[in-house]
């Protein structure tokens, strides 16, 4: 069974300060990686995706490790509409019994 | 413009009723997804679709029914094998099954009373 595993939280994290998080997935053959974030009560959001290479947009940074067979996320300088959850997103090629694969969510609270 | 739409936003049930729950796109995406979420946890998977006239159970498909007759529309049934309703309901759609993002709808809030 694939699996992609997030710790919950929730992170406490001052204004201004740089939080990370990781994201384990199980199936080596999975393809493609993206962070969602969800706010409460509202539906995933697309943040941004996660290449081989690396992914940097303004304050986020996005990082794949294939051999480690995790993905993480960077949020410098944190502001407090950053507060959210934050989703991992596994797909692997050509689809398979559930197509998509997410991570239950990290809770991510910037305190003022 | 392009996009997922969900409706109604929010929706009532009474106890033993059949309801169901659209969902339509416009995006020209081959798959879409039924997804369910309940505070505070994360999205489980209901049915998916890869194509028009084909769909697969997921984790939770007990006591809810699918179609997919036209590529645009998925609309989910909660059926009053459903015992526990209640929840937030999504839906999701992709170009293709793996490797694209996936979009989503805004969410129907179903609520038993």
């Known amino acids: 069974r694939k699996e992609v595993e997030q710790d919950p939280g929730p992170f406490n994290v001052p204004e201004g300060a740089t939080v990370a998080f990781n994201c384990t997935y199980s199936?080596?053959?999975?393809?493609?990686f993206f962070w969602y974030r969800q706010d409460c009560r509202k539906e995933p959001k697309l943040l941004m995706s996660?290449?081989?290479s690396g992914n940097e947009d303004g304050r986020f940074t996005a990082q794949l490790n294939r051999a480690s067979q995790y993905i993480s996320l960077l949020i410098r300088d944190s502001k407090l509409s950053d507060s959210a959850t934050y989703l991992c997103?596994?797909?692997?090629?050509?689809?398979?019994?559930?197509?998509?694969?997410f991570g239950k969510g990290t809770h991510l609270i910037i305190q003022p | 413009d392009g996009g997922i739409t969900q409706s109604p936003k929010y929706l009532f049930r009474k106890e033993g009723q059949n309801v169901t729950l659209s969902c339509e796109q416009n995006l020209n995406h081959d798959a879409m997804y039924w997804y369910r979420q309940d505070p505070g946890q994360g999205l489980r998977l209901i049915y998916y679709?890869?194509?028009?006239?084909?769909?697969q159970k997921g984790d939770i498909a007990e006591g809810y029914s699918v179609s997919r007759e036209k590529k645009e529309s998925f609309p989910l049934t909660v059926t009053s094998a459903q015992k526990n309703p209640t929840a937030f309901y999504l839906c999701a759609s992709s170009g293709r099954t793996g490797g694209v993002q996936a979009f989503f709808g805004q969410g129907t809030r179903l609520t038993v009373v």
């Open positions: 199936n080596s053959a999975s393809q493609s």
């Open positions: 997103v596994v797909t692997e090629a050509g689809g398979g019994a559930d197509g998509l694969t």
């Open positions: 996660v290449y081989s």
């Open positions: 679709s890869q194509i028009v006239n084909d769909f």
